[in-house]
DNA sequence: AATCCGGGGTA
DNA sequence: TACCCAGGATT
């Protein structure tokens, strides 16, 4: 197919230089997948290039305790993907990797997408994925609001048997860099002739509800060079992390304005001095704040008020 | 099929 | 401000 020789040429000529594609380890790759999953690449690499060098291998994440591997996701979002791959390398340092989508599929924190992606990537297999970049980019193609069953078969019919892992790169890497959500650079779209559409017209933006905005006051509570943080427990929303413990407001300054982009939130933190130790609450120092799982409001709170650089 | 789960970039 | 990002799990 013509489409797909366009695609690839392309693909070898513009590609990025990212640090999960000068690697052929599959944990790598898979590590890479988890960690892109609704986070932009930008946001990744610093994250992978830690993570990697904390915990090069399988047995090396499998072993580790859960804070550690929550530590190095602090401020990465979505902390049950850490939680998820933390206990999928147990079972990997087990039973060995699986070889297949389907065996892929079948470990906690990988889906369709994250299966399809690292079976192609790290072993071949000819397994098309589809992400939003695909979804957007063959939308476009067909000039309609295709369901996911449509683009996956579309896609599954344009892959490279010989190239699956550059066909799926190829997809995912037009729409991140030309195909983009809005303005795409058609001119310079190797499909360009292969589509229907040639604008952002599809796919139809789906709605969302309105921002709500909620206030927090925080106490910032420090002794002897250490700081007072709490331990989010039993709640569905960030269990487990570290922030700062709540409480009354008087009067003090703004120390940090967090956007929760899927709570649809926007919450505006205050500061409260305290001296007294809260309940539950632990003292630390700069050095173990560093190596603590800490909710980026917390992470932004205590650099506003110069506790962390 | 809907909803929840973070945080940040971008126009 | 609104939309989206190399999605998955749960209901």
């Known amino acids: 197919m013509e489409l797909r020789k366009r695609l690839l040429a392309w693909y070898g000529r513009k590609k990025r230089d990212l640090p999960w594609r000068r690697t052929s380890d599959p944990y790598a790759i898979w590590v890479s997948e988890i960690m892109l999953q609704q986070?932009?690449?930008?946001a990744v690499v610093p994250y992978y290039e830690r993570f990697l060098a904390r915990f090069p291998d399988v047995c090396a994440?499998?072993?580790a305790p859960l804070d550690d591997v929550l530590a190095q996701w602090s401020g990465l979002g979505y902390y049950r993907r850490a939680r998820h791959l933390h206990a999928a390398a147990a079972i990997v340092a087990r039973d060995g990797f699986p070889g297949t989508a389907k065996e892929l599929r079948a470990l906690p924190g990988i889906g369709a997408y994250t299966?399809?992606?690292?079976?192609?990537?790290?072993?071949?297999?000819?397994?098309?994925?589809?992400?939003?970049?695909?979804?957007?980019?063959?939308?476009?193609?067909?000039?309609?609001d295709l369901t996911k069953r449509e683009i996956g078969e579309r896609a599954q019919a344009w892959i490279s048997p010989r190239s699956p892992a550059n066909f799926n790169q190829a997809l995912m890497e037009l729409g991140a860099i030309v195909c983009t959500p809005r303005s795409p650079s058609c001119p310079r779209c190797p499909l360009r002739e292969f589509c229907a559409t040639r604008s952002d017209r599809w796919p139809t933006p789906r709605k969302r509800a309105a921002p709500i905005d909620k206030r927090v006051e925080v106490v910032f509570a420090t002794r002897g060079g250490r700081v007072?943080?709490?331990?989010?427990?039993?709640?569905?929303?960030?269990?487990?992390?570290?922030?700062?413990?709540?409480?009354?407001?008087?009067?003090?300054?703004?120390?940090?304005?967090?956007?929760?982009?899927?709570?649809?939130?926007?919450?505006?933190y205050r500061v409260w001095p305290g001296r007294r130790t809260a309940a539950g609450a632990r003292w630390f120092?700069?050095?173990?704040?560093?190596?603590?799982?800490?909710?980026?409001?917390?992470?932004?709170?205590?650099?506003?008020?110069g506790f962390l650089p």
């Open 115 to 144: 299966a399809a992606a690292i079976a192609s990537i790290a072993f071949g297999e000819a397994a098309a994925v589809v992400d939003g970049n695909v979804e957007r980019v063959v939308c476009r193609l067909a000039a309609g």
């Open 228 to 268: 007072q943080l709490l331990r989010r427990s039993g709640t569905a929303l960030l269990d487990g992390m570290w922030e700062l413990p709540s409480g009354k407001q008087t009067d003090g300054d703004v120390l940090a304005t967090v956007k929760h982009g899927v709570l649809n939130q926007r919450l505006s």
């Open 39 to 42: 986070t932009r690449v930008a």
């Open 61 to 63: 994440l499998a072993t």
């Open 285 to 305: 120092t700069v050095r173990e704040v560093g190596e603590l799982p800490l909710t980026t409001a917390a992470r932004k709170c205590l650099k506003a008020v």
